[in-house]
Nanobody, 125 residues
Framework: QVQLVESGGGLVQAGGSLRLSCASS????????ISWFRQPPGKEREFVAAISWSGGSTNYADSVKGRFTISRNNAKNTVYLQMTSLKPEDTATYYC??????????????????WGQGTQVTVSS
C-alpha cells in the first residue's frame, strides 16, 4: 500500500487541456505500476490509462487514446496524465491507483490496491 495524492483538476472548456499529477512521498512508489481511473457522475468507475513501474509500458482506454498521455518521473515520485482535446464526456472525478509491479493491461479497478482521494475534472461545452 502506498499513499497517493492527486492534483491538477479543474474547470476547462471543450478542446482545452489539463495535466493531472499523482504523487507519493513513499520510496516504494517507484516499484509500483500506476493507473488512472475516472468516475463520471452517476456512472461506474472506468479505466483511463496505466504505466508500468519503469515507465516502459503504457496502456490506454480507446476513448482517450491519442488525446491523453500518461508519464512518470520516478525522481519526483510523480505520475502525470496530460489531457488534451478535452470533451464534455471527459467530465469525471479522476483517481490514481497503484499496484506493486502491476500489469498495465489490468483495467479492473479491483486489480489496483492503493487509491488516491480523487480530483474533479469538469469540461464545459
Amino acid at each position: 500500500q502506498v499513499q497517493l495524492v492527486e492534483s491538477g483538476g479543474g474547470l476547462v472548456q471543450a478542446g482545452g487541456s489539463l495535466r493531472l499529477s499523482c504523487a507519493s512521498s513513499e520510496r516504494t512508489f517507484t516499484n509500483h505500476a500506476i493507473s488512472w481511473f475516472r468516475q463520471p457522475p452517476g456512472k461506474e468507475r472506468e479505466f483511463v490509462a496505466a504505466i508500468s513501474w519503469s515507465g516502459g509500458s503504457t496502456n490506454y482506454a480507446d476513448s482517450v487514446k491519442g488525446r491523453f498521455t500518461i508519464s512518470r518521473n520516478n525522481a519526483k515520485n510523480t505520475v502525470y496524465l496530460q489531457m488534451t482535446s478535452l470533451k464534455p464526456e471527459d467530465t469525471a472525478t479522476y483517481y490514481c491507483a497503484a499496484s506493486p509491479y502491476g500489469a498495465t493491461t489490468e483495467t479492473r479497478s479491483s486489480g489496483w490496491g492503493s487509491w488516491g482521494q480523487g480530483t474533479q475534472v469538469t469540461v464545459s461545452s
